[in-house]
């Protein structure tokens, strides 16, 4: 006789995780103060807010917002919509597929930073907050009735290590600090967005369409802000606002549908980049447009050597230098001594060819060290270029690039009868010779994605790949990892002198002033190499947002004077350590640096 016993598996007893607020209000109420602030910030933006037009923008007139206004309205919008959806009201729900809570108190933060901004921008360049009108003082109380309203949501409090005993004042008081900024990043956690259900194909390529649309509405409004005040304000809404959309679950069912979509959501970028031009009224910022095409382009082409391959350059630039210089040379510039004029086709292929021959010569005998050796290699020829162009003057060597003076008076390209230095009109739009580069740049650009694209999906790209990871590995693997390096430092400097014969002409003068290490306008091989980092070692489209980036910003940021760099650099690092993988990561890169994040922090004496 046989005994069946059955055996059921133990409760799950582990307590729930508590759940906590940083304001102690009831929910129901803190849900209501910010969807009531939210709304309440959106009705501020139609008052006046100062009685003077002497401020910017001109925010005296009822019933329409002006300036800085428009981006409180933006931001008190997107917090009435996460508030209403996290009522469940229908129509709403699509909004947040990852939760709505972390995503209203980021869009709260938004709405609180940029209203405030204005009250004390206002209240300094005017003389005081006696210069407000009512709707300035109905914005602030909104705003912050939204951000109390939206903290004191309750959350899940995470697990934290208690104070140990044996420490000193000043660790003890660490920890403690530790210890709060683990519970506030708590509040802005979100969960795992809820899986995309099928969608008509029509549906999808509409929502990518609309995606690249709003993209291009964003940068064209963040590159023509007429005044400071109104680029900080843009700065403060798009950054809490991209964190919210982020925070619930939005950009990654974006992500989702262009990875599907990949090719047409390219083809979209490069349609989108092409109306930019005709977005713009004159050829300003249209100049921004195009040093921001060629300095992208020469980030993405160090992203295959950096990114890809894991080879650190810090002399890249002096590649970007080599191109300008070789088509300067033969493009009938007055101050060239060869006194020739070859098509830009020839001229192309010249730039493009002289930057490869430099990259082989440099790269054949110091691809063989590592590390920190060869970024110390490469600098020293990025110097060792500078110098050199500095010397061949007829002086100090032979007359080849005029010194410092440079090669100048460079002519505008002319390819097949299109003068890119003259006006154009184009379907009644009228396109001024910047905007020529830009399309020009831009049909460049293109070739270096597809030259990225194929060559990273490539046996080639997955051999860069296994030397960045680990170099001893791939050369067990039989992998020749000189070749393969070799490759990448030549096709990365060839893609560098493409852009280099570009800005040749863009510039019309070449000087050595132009390719430093390290200078507050880019390009220069230190924001080339913060690009990558910043948009996404490895990415195709990470470097391209970093420069663009990196090169606005600085620009805009113009009337802080000596203090631009400080204020740029404290940027970067902030955004290094709390988004180190970069804006657009790779998905590996991502995981390694977020697999430890639910450790434990530190451990107590008692516990080591």
Do not use: C
Request: proline content about 6%; cysteine-free; aromatic content about 10%.
């Amino acid at each position: 006789m046989t005994t069946q016993t059955s055996t059921t598996a133990p409760a799950d007893t582990r307590p729930l995780p508590a759940r906590t607020a940083l304001i102690p209000l009831p929910e129901r109420t803190a849900r209501a103060l910010a969807t009531a602030g939210g709304a309440l910030t959106v009705l501020s933006a139609f008052l006046a807010w100062t009685w003077t037009a002497a401020f910017p923008g001109d925010l005296t007139v009822y019933g329409y917002p002006g300036g800085l206004q428009w981006q409180v309205l933006v931001a008190g919008a997107l917090t009435t919509l996460f508030a209403l959806a996290s009522y469940g009201v229908k129509g709403t729900r699509w909004l947040a597929p990852a939760g709505t809570d972390a995503a209203l108190r980021l869009s709260a933060l938004a709405a609180f930073g940029t209203a405030w901004y204005t009250i004390a921008a206002i209240s300094i360049q005017l003389g005081g907050p006696i210069n407000l009108e009512p709707g300035g003082a109905v914005a602030g109380l909104a705003t912050l009735t939204a951000l109390v309203g939206a903290f004191a949501l309750p959350f899940e409090r995470p697990d934290l290590h208690p104070v140990d005993p044996e420490d000193t004042g000043w660790d003890k008081f660490a920890h403690r600090l530790g210890n709060g900024w683990t519970v506030f990043r708590a509040t802005l956690s979100a969960g795992t967005p809820s899986p995309l259900r099928p969608l008509p194909s029509y549906l999808e390529i509409l929502i990518i369409t609309g995606v690249l649309a709003l993209a291009l509405g964003v940068f064209t409004y963040g590159i023509g802000t007429e005044y400071d005040e109104l680029f900080i304000g843009f700065l403060i809404t798009a950054g809490f606002g991209f964190a919210a959309l982020t925070k619930a679950g939005l950009i990654a069912r974006a992500s989702q549908l262009t990875g599907k979509h990949q090719n047409l959501t390219i083809a979209g970028a490069f349609i989108a980049a092409a109306l930019f031009p005709f977005t713009q009224s004159d050829d300003q910022f249209a100049t921004i447009g195009v040093y921001i095409l060629i300095f992208a382009t020469v980030a993405l082409g160090l992203n295959i050597v950096v990114g890809l391959a894991g080879l650190l350059d810090l002399g890249y630039v002096a590649f970007l230098g080599v191109g300008a210089y070789a088509a300067a040379l033969v493009s009938g510039a007055p101050t060239s001594p060869f006194g020739v004029h070859f098509p830009f086709w020839a001229a192309i292929l010249v730039g493009a060819g002289a930057s490869l021959v430099f990259g082989v010569l440099i790269g054949a005998p110091t691809l063989r060290l590592r590390g920190d050796y060869l970024a110390i290699v490469t600098l020293g020829f990025g110097e060792i270029f500078r110098i050199t162009v500095m010397n061949t003057d007829g002086t100090s060597g032979p007359d080849i690039t005029n010194g410092s003076n440079g090669i100048a008076s460079i002519p505008n390209l002319n390819i097949l009868g299109f003068d890119f230095g003259a006006e154009h009109t184009i379907a009644g739009f009228t396109i001024g010779r910047f905007a020529n580069y830009f399309f020009l740049m831009l049909l460049i650009m293109a070739v270096v994605v597809l030259v990225f694209r194929r060559s990273g999906d490539s046996r080639i790209g997955r051999a860069w790949v296994a030397i960045r990871e680990d170099e001893t590995a791939a050369l067990a693997m039989g992998i020749n990892g000189f070749r393969v390096k070799l490759i990448a430092f030549a096709l990365g400097a060839s893609l560098a002198g493409l852009a280099g014969t570009v800005q040749a002409h863009v510039t019309y003068t070449v000087t050595p002033e132009q390719y430093l290490f390290a200078w507050p306008v880019p390009p220069n091989s230190a924001f080339l190499l913060a690009a990558v980092v910043l948009g996404g070692m490895g990415t195709m489209a990470g470097p391209l947002v970093g420069a663009a980036l990196l090169y606005l910003i600085p620009n805009k940021l113009q009337f802080l004077g000596d203090y631009q760099l400080l204020a740029f650099g404290v940027a970067l690092i902030l955004l290094m350590r709390f988004r180190p993988e970069g804006l657009i990561p790779n998905r590996r890169r991502q995981l390694e640096f977020h697999e430890n994040e639910e450790a434990p922090a530190t451990l107590t004496k008692a516990g080591a």
